[in-house]
């Protein structure tokens, strides 16, 4: 079974601080993406990667950006943490192999930016 | 920019009987693919089922099937035989060149 990891189920940080989430999956998967998910807007694509060291701007990049140095690892970082980004983060990877390939998700991380 | 509709915030099925969610898209593309996804409380997303716009065929797996009407731009979800577990959230996504998801149906199951 494909396993997407994602580092923290609960993280609590400060306004302004820097944050990292990561998220690892084990099945060689070329896409990889990251979520956020609101009560009442779904999910909400923020970037995606289509290969190592590329990255692509979702629908709601701002305030976000995404390293991908090796293709299991998919990190997501908040530059400057402000509170409208409390949500809960889903991490998701797929394979290129077949275009219909659907997506895997991690558990997700609560994060509360208080 | 593509869209994924889902009309009903909540919706609750007597356990054993049949529901069905509503999904609607916007596309101008002919070849896609349209996913259900289902997220119990606390829990992972996982994948429901599958269908491609190039298949005319409705998609089934077991208890769970779609009623796909591309020219509606409609795939709504059929749940038979409804059973507490099937409580969750039910997502609708479409897969063009990116994935779109809707904003959700919960499901409720009475017992």
């Known amino acids: 079974d494909v396993k997407v990891t994602q580092s923290s189920r609960y993280l609590v940080k400060r306004t302004g601080e820097k944050v990292f989430l990561e998220c690892v999956q084990d099945?060689?998967?070329?896409?990889m993406f990251w979520y956020r998910q609101d009560p009442g807007l779904g999910l909400r694509l923020i970037y995606f990667?289509?290969?190592?060291?590329?990255?692509e701007k979702g629908d709601i990049p701002e305030g976000y950006s995404v390293s991908r140095e090796k293709k299991e690892r998919f990190s997501l970082i908040l530059e400057s943490a402000s509170t409208n980004q409390t949500s809960m983060y889903l991490c998701?990877?797929?394979?290129?192999?077949?275009?219909?390939?659907?997506?895997?998700f991690g558990d997700g991380t609560r994060l509360s930016i208080l | 920019a593509q869209t994924v509709t889902q009309s009903q915030p909540e919706m609750s099925v007597q356990e054993a009987e049949t529901v069905t969610l509503s999904c609607t898209y916007d596309?101008?593309?002919?070849?896609?693919?349209l996913f259900w996804y289902k997220q119990p409380p606390s829990r992972q997303m996982i994948l429901v089922i599958r269908?491609?716009?190039?298949?005319?065929q409705n998609a089934t797996e077991n208890r769970f099937s779609v009623n796909f009407q591309k020219a509606a731009k409609s795939f709504s979800l059929k749940i038979s035989d409804s059973q507490l577990g099937d409580a969750a959230m039910y997502f609708c996504?479409?897969?063009?060149?990116?994935?779109?998801f809707g904003t959700g149906t919960s499901l409720t199951v009475i017992p």
């Open positions: 996504a479409y897969f063009g060149y990116q994935f779109y």
């Open positions: 990667s289509y290969d190592v060291k590329m990255k």
């Open positions: 998701a990877s797929s394979s290129d192999s077949d275009s219909n390939q659907p997506q895997h």
């Open positions: 099945m060689d998967h070329e896409n």
């Open positions: 269908q491609e716009a190039y298949k005319q």
């Open positions: 596309t101008s593309e002919s070849d896609y693919y």
